[in-house]
């Protein structure tokens, strides 16, 4: 059965949007671990716009399920990895004024800085996934520079706008996988995931594992919006 990793940046994005101490990610996470997550995912960016240094030593800390630690493969992130130890990496690439991780990396071009990466994680006693689009090249690339396993960024399934586009993306996303397969990667797959694009891929047998943050926290606002009105009105009766 497929497993479902939790992101929980967007609980500290809230968090960071007051700069107060609450809604606690930590907390989050155990709930999602509560609940049945298999992994808890989360990306320390460089810029800390959501989650920080000590979110993730706490998370280390006190989760009994896999810790994923979404990271740009640079030396200063690189560092702090290697001293937290999360279970298991996934290096993206990091653009600081995106919205979001936009695309996948590009192992082509950056073969011998991210191998080199890897490696020292390796050392570390840490897994690594690459965050790759799903193509060929990327596909190959990752394998020579020793990945084990990849997620495949499914972005642009989840932002195709006709029936045609999608079914060419879900296409895309069934051929790399199976090929990914076939070198004996590992595959994993995330990104714009919601309550109605991800059972589809459910048909692609070879993905291990979802990742998915966005569309779960902002669902939990209308599963618990009702229950948290009816106890502050209860507060100022
Ligand atoms: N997987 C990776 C590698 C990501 O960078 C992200 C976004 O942080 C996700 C999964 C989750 O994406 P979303 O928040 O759109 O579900």
Known sequence: MPKLGVNIDHVATLRQARKIDYPDPIRAAIICQSAGADSIVCHLREDRRHIQDCDLYKLKRVLGIKLNLEMAASREIIDIAIDAKPDQVTFVP?????????????????????????????????????????????????????????????????????????????????????????????????????????????????????????????????TGIRKAVLEMKELVK
Do not use: W
């Not at 695309?103 to 840490?126: E, F, H, N, P």
């Open 94 to 222: 990091e653009k600081r004024m995106e919205l979001t991780t936009e695309g996948g990396l590009d192992v082509c071009s950056g073969r011998r800085r991210i191998a080199k990466a890897l490696r020292k994680m390796q050392k570390a006693g840490i897994e690594v996934s690459f965050f790759i689009d799903p193509d060929a090249r990327q596909i190959r690339a990752s394998k020579e520079a020793g990945a084990s396993m990849i997620e495949l960024h499914t972005g642009r399934y989840a932002e195709a706008g006709s029936k045609r586009e999608v079914k060419k993306e879900f296409l895309a996303l069934k051929k790399s996988a199976s090929l990914a397969r076939e070198m004996g990667l590992k595959v994993f797959a995330g990104h714009g995931l919601h309550y109605t694009n991800t059972a589809p891929l459910r048909r692609i047998k070879e993905i291990e594992e979802y990742n998915i943050g966005h569309s779960i926290i902002a669902r939990a606002i209308f």
